[in-house]
């Protein structure tokens, strides 16, 4: 940006911090250059004042069980470097998430990892010309930074295989609620759109049911409530995730249901709760910790020099347990009475 500017880096730190002494034509020229080159402040101070090696981690919340396993990883590769992991919630609002994106630049981190983020692509390429970045669970490409996903198609595909194969037909689906302008590569959407697709291509368009709740275990109960109250009830419900497949797994409880004996029931993510033994809850793995190693590695790569955008995508596969089975010969054909709150 000195150069830019056509002054000393002495100058531009002297600017930034507002230094008395500074002459008002300096400073208009250097405020120029951070303009036309869109830079924050703080990272034309980094540019100057050297690393701090720490990597930014941005997630929706921090009690998400897939997120977890992926930070499980991160850390791990970083382990072998100077390098330490910072977390920030982001929460499920535009607004509170750039505020958490900013904060991470304000920190001056040397990197930062956002787990799927609701920002759009022109928002991410600005941080990522300014910050290495990498985007898990986004399936766009960009040259500005480098990607880590899921097929979420083909996970998705491996689900309603296998519950269409036990025959199940009446199979609902709990989703993301996606608000007005969310981008058509976030994981959520690409799961229901695959869901609806593969009901189609069964034959069974008739039988799409979807609620749009959360990927969270209320979000899963508010799912499985709806779905329930719906005739006929569904004999399968494919869960956006793990932690929704847990909400549903207590909506079903307090309706006197029996998991798979009433309703199947599949998760997505294999977070390490799946496999205990009270749950064993069929899912997809994706493995959040290769994710997070590689990330890490991505961007100890970036932050070393490295230009060319990468993107990694994992190959999902089903794990099945005893939480799907086939339908009962003559399932109900009313919805479910759900007790009242």
């Known amino acids: 940006m000195a150069k830019h500017a056509g002054v000393s880096k002495a100058a531009v730190s002297k600017v930034i911090r507002n230094d008395y002494g500074v002459s008002e034509a300096m400073r208009d020229r250097v405020q120029r250059a951070i303009d036309e080159l869109g830079y924050r402040p703080q990272a034309a101070a980094r540019a100057l004042r050297g690393r701090s090696f720490t990597i930014g981690v941005l997630m929706r919340h921090i009690g998400i069980p897939f997120y977890a396993e992926i930070m ?4 791990d590769q970083l382990a072998e470097s100077d390098y330490q992991a910072i977390m920030i919630q982001g929460g499920t609002r535009d607004k509170t998430e750039k505020r958490a994106l900013d904060a991470l630049i304000d920190r001056q981190v040397d990197g ?4 799927a983020p609701m920002v759009g692509r022109t928002q991410l390429e600005q941080v990522a010309r300014e910050i290495p970045t990498v985007v898990l669970g986004r399936h766009n490409r960009s040259p500005a930074y480098d990607s880590i996903v899921d097929d979420d198609r083909i996970g998705s595909e491996l689900v309603m295989d296998h519950l269409i194969a036990l025959g199940h037909r009446r199979i609902g689906h709990i ?19 695959t869901y609806e697709r593969v009901m189609r291509d069964h034959g069974f368009a008739d039988e ?11 979000g899963g109960y508010d799912g499985a409530r709806e779905l329930l109250s719906r005739a006929p009830r569904p004999t399968a419900i494919f869960a956006g995730s793990d932690e929704a497949a847990l909400g549903v797994l207590a909506a079903l409880h307090e309706a ?5 004996g009433d309703i199947s029931v599949a998760g997505y993510d294999n977070t390490r709760l799946a496999a205990h033994p009270n749950i064993a809850l069929t899912t997809v793995n994706q493995d959040g910790d290769v994710m997070g190693r590689m990330a890490g590695r991505l961007l100890l790569e970036r932050i070393e020099g490295r230009t ?5 995508s994992v190959i999902p596969s089903l794990v099945v347990r005893r939480s799907t089975a086939a339908p009962r010969p003559c399932p109900a054909d009313t919805g479910t009475q759900m007790p009242s709150e």
């Open 72 to 75: 499980t990883g991160l850390v």
């Open 175 to 193: 989703t993301f609620h996606q608000e007005h302008g969310r981008t058509a590569d976030q994981m959520p959407r690409i799961r229901a759109e």
């Open 208 to 218: 799409i049911a979807v609620a749009a709740t959360s990927y969270s275990e209320e």
């Open 112 to 115: 930062i990892l956002t787990i």
């Open 308 to 312: 060319s955008a990468v993107h990694f």
């Open 256 to 260: 006197g249901l029996s998991v798979p």
